[in-house]
């Protein structure tokens, strides 16, 4: 669509001229989010100051039918962020302050715009943990996590982010701002809208509040490295940490291209021999996590590891994390465009899906790279690519992926374990969920926006 001038006119009216941004510029920066070869321009950029704001830009674009696609950093991975059918990306980061952190109650009241990480800090700084560690987490906001319930390093142990939303403020996009659950650990009054809007990816409502939930900072962390002859190996030994009685609190893997690629870009003296390394964390007082970790390694031998190694001081196990961080990262150094998956499957069928996703990229005769949250099943395959332009090669990176995904739901997994559905899981989402789910999330889609202006083309379209 084309917003009219008077059109424009009048949402300037509401936020202010210098809030709203539609030079060709800003137009193409705000066309596509952290996802490759998806891309469609807005009209217009807005970035509101408040929620009255949001309420009054919601009330505005479904008085006149506009889409609008709420943004936060723009780092998802699914294409979640680009305005498929033009209109408004409306942009949360000015909406950016911690409104309180309370010690007393284990819970924090922030704007959507503050980043994951200044969170985390700040619950820090008060003895507290804010627990969900997505990779991204120096630029993802909390709004866009909790809109994609984000799950990270941390999801074995302490969940993913619906486990820790304690209510929220939202804006419909009739332009009525509703509150959902509260500062109360314990609530079961009515239907849980908290959790529905976790994970709505944007489709629903705007988040303008969050109260989400704290733990007591852990007392000391430490991580270790187990490595193998190959992936597969490394995902049988997943099931034996498992059974060998402790929850770690980081469970991550990384195949030999991976090790490959994080070893260029961080040097941190990882074997280049192995086929396959598991990245072992946990976290509580020094005696217990020296004790787990050992029983992790002994797990990890048993099960066919040919090194273990603990980090010997808190920097180089913080080194081991930021290596797991900087995977993706350290991959796109590898070629002109990485489009990364997060399939998922039950834990005891990882190997069988390492072994899938290497049959279906030599059938394909792609590149593919695997790392991923092990202990949650949640495999991250990586294709890398030359560049876009090559389109023999695209499509067949995209056909891989369509087989990597049937592939999981056959392992009775799923199409997406965290990164979301947006526009480019959309296709598959049906093979997932079946005719009748689809049917449902569009009516409770239509009872939420009965225009359909809040990110059309995605979840509940
Ligand atoms: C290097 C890298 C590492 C990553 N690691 C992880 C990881 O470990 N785990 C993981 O889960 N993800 C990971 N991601 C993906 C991404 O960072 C997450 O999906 C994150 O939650 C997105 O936050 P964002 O602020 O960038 O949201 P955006 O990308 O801006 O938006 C994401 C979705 O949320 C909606 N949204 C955003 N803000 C609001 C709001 N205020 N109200 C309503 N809807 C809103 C948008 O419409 C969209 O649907 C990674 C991405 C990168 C690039």
């Known amino acids: 669509m084309t917003l009219s001038v008077p059109l424009l006119a009048e949402l300037r009216g509401i936020v202010g001229a210098p809030r709203v941004h539609d030079a060709d510029g800003d137009l193409v920066a705000y066309s596509r989010d952290a996802t490759p070869l998806f891309t469609h321009a807005p009209d217009a950029v807005v970035f509101p100051a408040d929620t009255a704001e949001v309420a009054a830009v919601l009330a505005w674009a479904t008085r006149h039918r506009v889409p609008v696609v709420p943004r936060g950093a723009g780092s998802n991975l699914c294409a979640a962020t680009v305005p498929l059918r033009g209109g408004v990306v409306l942009v949360l980061t000015r909406l950016d302050r911690i409104l309180e952190v309370s010690a007393d109650e284990l819970l924090a009241r922030v704007q959507p715009g503050v980043t994951a990480a200044a969170l985390a800090d700040a619950a820090a700084a008060r003895g507290l943990l804010w627990a969900p560690d997505p990779g991204s987490r120096t630029v993802a906001t909390v709004g866009g996590t909790i809109a994609t319930c984000a799950g990270g390093l941390r999801g074995l142990k302490y969940g993913v982010t619906r486990n820790h939303v304690l209510g929220l403020e939202a804006v419909l996009p009739t332009g009525e701002v509703i509150r959902t659950g509260g500062r109360l650990w314990k609530d079961v009054a009515g239907y849980d809208l908290t959790r529905l809007l976790t994970g709505s990816e944007g489709t629903l409502a705007v988040l303008t509040e969050a109260t989400v939930a704290l733990l007591p900072a852990p007392e000391s962390g430490n991580t270790g490295v187990a490595y193998f002859r190959t992936l597969a190996d490394a995902g049988a030994a997943v099931a034996a940490v498992i059974r060998a009685g402790v929850l770690p609190a980081t469970l991550e893997f990384l195949d030999r291209a991976c090790i490959d690629a994080v070893e260029d870009f961080a040097h941190l003296g990882l074997r280049a021999d192995a086929g396959g390394l598991l990245l072992f964390g946990d976290d509580g007082p020094p005696d217990l996590v020296a004790r787990h ?52 499957v039950p834990r005891p069928r990882i190997a069988d899906m390492v072994d899938r996703i290497e049959a279906i990229a030599a059938r394909h005769d792609v590149r593919i790279a695997t790392f991923g949250h092990a202990g949650d099943g949640n495999l991250h395959p990586t294709c890398v690519l030359d560049s876009t332009e090559d389109t023999d090669e695209v499509r067949r990176a995209e056909a891989a992926f369509a087989d990597i995904f049937a592939a999981a739901l056959d392992l009775g997994g799923t199409i997406t374990g965290e990164h979301g559905v947006g526009a480019a899981k959309l296709p598959f989402l049906g093979a997932r969920l079946g005719a009748d789910h689809l049917a449902l999330l569009r009516r409770i889609k239509a009872a939420f926006d009965p225009a359909g202006i809040l990110n059309p083309g995605k979840l509940g379209s």
Do not use: K, W
């Open 293 to 344: 970790l050992d029983r992790i390694g002994t797990a990890c031998v048993d099960a066919g590891a040919i090194e273990v190694t603990t980090a010997r001081a808190v920097a180089q196990a913080e080194a081991l994390l930021a290596a797991r961080r900087c995977t993706l990262p350290a991959l796109s150094r590898r070629g002109g465009v990485t489009i990364l998956e997060d399939a998922t």
